[in-house]
Every structure is written in structure tokens, then in C-alpha cells.
């Protein structure tokens, strides 16, 4: 199957700094990824699309000055997490589709802001 | 908007046994797919099963099957031989058919425990 890697696979920072995480799709083009958030024994909340080429479009509740989202070219979406605050910690997950109906998600990112 | 409910927080399966995990989903939609995903302790998500609306035919795929009905709006993953490598959380999810329409819609996961 296609795969997504996502960088890095844990993060530790400090409270008022910013974090960007990399998802990357290896083998195939996507002009389409998603980025999500998940809570300890919780379901994946998505946050926003990313599109390449173009802004992103952001789930209802998310802070788009909070979650900046890249999609610079057609392999590489960033999600940078500015000014992180402790509630910000959380495991941030990406995926991304190639052609055909199957979404291939990234490793995760354990994000910690200390 | 669509929604999927799994009903089932934990479960639990004897190792070699079979459990039945269940999935309803809600939509208007004719044209989608449906999915069963697996995440393990490592919080890699791994695509377990696939089934398009459109095929009758219920989708297999090694130990694991589903049984579609479609009317019910009914999703339901058959694990079978459990083994201990099967213990994950499982989430059912839901994608529209329509080009557009292509992000996926989670069900809340039930958590599988396997005993040996």
C-alpha cells in the first residue's frame, strides 16, 4: 500500500513556542491531506484539509491562527502549532489519498508542551 | 451529514475464537465506502477491511470479514481465530462516493481485548 510518514514521531516544547509537524506521502501524489487530532482512547477529530496549492479548510471549533496548515506541493502538508500552551498536547495524526477510495495515514505525532 | 455509531466501547475474545464487532452508519447517500480500521498500541492506523456500497458481495479478507446490509445501514467486522496481535482499538469509517466529498467520518472505536 501507499505510504504516508509523518515527522516527528514525538515532540516535546515549551509552553509559548511553536511546532511544525511533517507529513509526507513517499510514493504517490496528494493533492489532498487531512490532518486530525486524537485524544487518549478516542476517535481521530479532523481539524482541517489540506489542499495543495491552496488554504486549507478548517473544521468548525478549530483555530485557524492556532493550526497553520501548508500543503506546499503535492508530497508535503506541515502543521505548525503556534504560541502551544499544555492543552495543545495531544497526538496529531495526517493521512493522505492516492487515486482510489483508501486513506493511508501517517504514524502520529505526540505532541507535549511542557 | 453522515454519522457512524459504534455501539460497542470494549469487547473481548477469547485467542481462537470469533467476535463480532458492530457499525451503523446514517446517509442519503447511494455512492460511498465503508472501512474498518485498526489501531494498535502504537497508534498506527491500518486499514483492516474495504467495502463499497455499490458491491453486494460481503468483502473478506484473510480471518477478517464484514456483513453489509445495506438497508440497515449495517457495517459489522468478523474477526476470526482471534489472535493476540488482533487486540486494538477498531474504528468504522465512512467516505462518500462523491469526488468532492472525500474526507472520512469516524465512529467513535471500540476497544478489542484479546484473552489467552
Known amino acids: 500500500g501507499a505510504v504516508v510518514s509523518q515527522h516527528p514521531s514525538w515532540v516535546i516544547c515549551k509552553s509559548g513556542t511553536s511546532v511544525k509537524i511533517e507529513c509526507r506521502s513517499l510514493?504517490?501524489?496528494?493533492?489532498?491531506m487531512f490532518w486530525y487530532r486524537q485524544f487518549p482512547k478516542q476517535s481521530l477529530m479532523l481539524m482541517a484539509t489540506?489542499?495543495?496549492?491552496?488554504?486549507?479548510?478548517?473544521e468548525q471549533g478549530v483555530e485557524k491562527d492556532k493550526f497553520l496548515i501548508n500543503h506546499a506541493s503535492l508530497t508535503l502538508s506541515t502543521l505548525t502549532v503556534t504560541s502551544a500552551h499544555p492543552e495543545d498536547s495531544s497526538f496529531y495524526i495526517c493521512?493522505?489519498?492516492?487515486?482510489?477510495?483508501?486513506?493511508?495515514f501517517g504514524q502520529g505525532t505526540r505532541l507535549t508542551v511542557v | 451529514a453522515q454519522t457512524v455509531t459504534q455501539s460497542q466501547p470494549e469487547m473481548s475474545v477469547q485467542e481462537a475464537e470469533t467476535v463480532t464487532l458492530s457499525c451503523t452508519y446514517d446517509?442519503?447517500?447511494?455512492?460511498?465506502?465503508l472501512f474498518w480500521y485498526k489501531q494498535p498500541p502504537s497508534r498506527q492506523m491500518i486499514l483492516v477491511i474495504r467495502?463499497?456500497?455499490?458491491?453486494?458481495q460481503n468483502a473478506t479478507e484473510n480471518r477478517f470479514s464484514v456483513n453489509f446490509q445495506k438497508a440497515a445501514k449495517s457495517f459489522s467486522l468478523k474477526i476470526s481465530d482471534s489472535q493476540l496481535g488482533d487486540a486494538a482499538m477498531y474504528f468504522c469509517?465512512?467516505?462518500?462516493?462523491?469526488?468532492?466529498?472525500?474526507?472520512?467520518?469516524f465512529g467513535a472505536g471500540t476497544i478489542l481485548r484479546v484473552k489467552s
Open positions: 493521512s493522505a489519498r492516492p487515486a482510489g477510495p483508501e486513506a493511508f
Open positions: 510514493d504517490f501524489q496528494a493533492t489532498t
Open positions: 489540506s489542499n495543495e496549492g491552496s488554504k486549507a479548510t478548517y
Open positions: 446517509t442519503s447517500e447511494s455512492d460511498y465506502y
Open positions: 467495502q463499497e456500497a455499490y458491491k453486494q
Open positions: 469509517a465512512y467516505r462518500s462516493g462523491r469526488e468532492y466529498g472525500n474526507k472520512l467520518v
